[in-house]
């Protein structure tokens, strides 16, 4: 009996392995959940002059950083308040990142999906937002609107919460299509130059574009703070700041994902254009975050971008 049962346990587990999700559902099946998340939430009431303000946290167990996912926005559902209070309203709005060094992110917005030059993410809040514990950590927004389109953000965070993947699934029937743009903004090193630290920001690229804002680059006319190019042959960036030394941030894209895009940097904030193919409605994103030392990071990082890609693209980001 003892052997029929040990045959059949690695005949269940071969089958499983056999599929990308395989790990993921027997896991499942076991009650192996290794991601307990814990949300929180609050709430600012409106009157007849501002809509209610909604802020949510979903903290994941996973590694010692805790990856945190923030979303805030205006309960502006039409027809109030439409045109005078965006749902998502200034710079410190949307979704973030925070939980360790993921804060240098930005916890109060780190991206923005823009089609046709339009915030999407800004038209009205997110119609549902759902999280699931398991092997991994899922959480996802969904926005749906007219004619049946739809985006939807799909936050997948490993066990070891060395990073977040996130998909981005656009669905836009019957639309013409002019550009599909996601846009990112990070602080790597932190924000000691909100408090007159002084900053030396880097980043380079996959391909070898790479630029520097030393502390005493004086930006001009003549001489603007360097943007660096994103090519469709590029799969990573790295950003740093020497000042600093520490507090770096990764970002992993699949291969010939882009159209184009650039990391433009400046003496404080980082913001990386990613610009895709008209036909994408997949786009997968990886968001890295390091406390040790810039080189330390570097090699880290590095390390870990092939076998990540395979993951970020073959791992389920929403458990069935």
């Known amino acids: 009996m003892m052997r029929l049962l040990i045959a059949l346990l690695v005949c269940c587990l071969a089958a499983a392995l056999a599929s990308a999700d395989g790990l993921d559902a027997l896991k499942a099946a076991m009650g192996d959940t290794n991601v307990k998340i814990e949300k929180k939430a609050r709430l600012t009431e409106g009157d007849e002059k501002k809509p209610s303000l909604k802020g949510e946290t979903w903290t994941f167990a996973a590694g010692a950083a805790k990856p945190q996912i923030h979303y805030t926005r205006y309960l502006n559902v039409p027809p109030h308040f439409t045109g005078q209070y965006p749902s998502l309203a200034g710079y410190d709005m949307g979704v973030g990142l925070d939980g360790g060094p993921f804060g240098n992110w930005y916890r109060g917005n780190c991206l923005r999906v823009l ?39 799909n936050f997948l965070v490993p066990d070891d919460g060395h990073a977040i993947f996130l998909r981005v ?11 599909i743009k996601v846009s990112l903004h990070g602080y790597p090193g932190g924000f000691g130059p909100a408090h007159g630290i002084p900053s030396h920001r880097y980043a380079y690229t996959s391909q070898g574009a790479a630029g520097e804002v030393p502390p005493d680059f004086k930006p001009s006319e003549a001489q603007p703070y360097p943007a660096l190019p994103l090519t469709p042959a590029d799969t990573w960036v790295f950003y740093g700041d020497k000042h600093e030394k520490k507090g770096a941030l990764g970002l992993l894209l699949p291969a010939d994902a882009l159209e184009g895009g650039a990391v433009k940097l400046s003496n404080y904030g980082v913001t990386t254009s990613l610009d895709y193919p008209l036909e994408a409605r997949k786009l997968y994103i990886g968001l890295y975050a390091y406390e040790q030392t810039n080189e330390a990071a570097e090699a880290t990082f590095k390390e870990r971008v092939v076998a990540d890609r395979e993951f970020m693209i073959n791992t389920a980001y929403w458990p069935e």
């Open 115 to 153: 089609v046709n030059g339009h915030d999407i993410m800004a038209a009205a809040p997110a119609t549902r937002v759902e999280s699931k514990e398991g092997p991994n950590g899922y959480l996802r927004f969904i926005w749906e609107f007219n004619e049946n389109r739809k985006l939807a953000l």
């Open 169 to 179: 699934d656009l669905t836009l029937p019957g639309m013409a299509v002019e550009s």
